[in-house]
């Protein structure tokens, strides 16, 4: 489990193909990778990833191909920045939301608007999502834990506020840009929980 505030951001380094499959290596950026041991969760971008080996300020990690065509890691370039966050472990503060790392869906970036000193950003989902995101709900976007604060349709708007904006990758999103979206896992469960007691 993650909480969706970022610990630091890397780089990916490399994609190799191994035996129909793919082996993702990262730049560590500023993560304490003292802490985490072979077979650790990672959350990349806000995908749950496993630590297969490590260099001494780079980690790597298998990755199916459904993982990349499901995520935005498949259109990655090697460069790219990404937002690292280490798993939780006992004690650890809940800053965020409670996060899988299991991402929903690919939703896109619709939209940008200065406001004040912050950034009003609207995304669309795919229409099935909808209803599990709610007005001062919380989502999770590239791993970002975020406050919604208007939903329409397919449509909902958060606000990046400066620090957000510099410490993640969100300040580098534009206007069409594809992104990872968790739902809350509260409205999950309480989505199918209902759905039980109505069949």
Same mark, same amino acid.
């Given at each position: 489990m993650f909480t969706g505030i970022i610990a630091t951001?890397?780089?990916? %380094?490399?994609?190799?193909?191994?035996?129909? /499959? +793919?082996?993702?290596? *990262? /730049?560590? !950026? &500023? %993560? &304490?990778?003292?802490?985490? !041991? %072979? !077979?650790?969760?990672?959350?990349?971008?806000?995908?749950? +990833?496993?630590?297969?080996?490590?260099?001494?300020?780079? *980690? *790597?990690?298998?990755?199916?191909?459904?993982?990349?065509?499901?995520?935005?890691?498949g259109v990655l370039a090697s460069g790219a920045r990404v937002n690292l966050e280490p798993s939780l472990r006992a004690g650890d503060p809940l800053g965020g939301h409670l996060v899988s790392g299991h991402v929903d869906a690919v939703g896109k970036l619709v939209q940008i608007q200065p406001d004040a000193r912050s950034w009003r950003l609207q995304f669309e989902l795919p229409a099935a999502l909808a209803r599990f995101v709610a007005p001062k709900g919380s989502i999770c976007i590239? !791993?970002?834990?975020?406050?919604?604060?208007?939903?329409?349709?397919? %449509? *909902? /708007?958060?606000?990046?506020?400066?620090?957000?904006?510099?410490a993640t990758t969100l300040g580098e999103l534009a206007v069409g840009d594809r992104v990872n979206v968790e739902i809350d896992v509260i409205a999950r469960y309480l989505d199918r929980l209902i759905s039980k007691t109505e069949e």
């Open positions: 951001t890397g780089k990916l %380094l490399d994609v190799v193909a191994k035996d129909g /499959d +793919l082996e993702l290596g *990262f /730049d560590a !950026g &500023d %993560l &304490d990778l003292a802490r985490i !041991g %072979l !077979g650790d969760s990672v959350s990349v971008q806000g995908v749950c +990833l496993t630590v297969t080996r490590k260099q001494p300020h780079a *980690f *790597f990690a298998d990755v199916s191909r459904e993982t990349m065509a499901k995520t935005t890691l590239n !791993g970002v834990s975020l406050t919604v604060n208007a939903v329409r349709g397919a %449509l *909902f /708007d958060v606000n990046i506020i400066p620090h957000t904006h510099r």
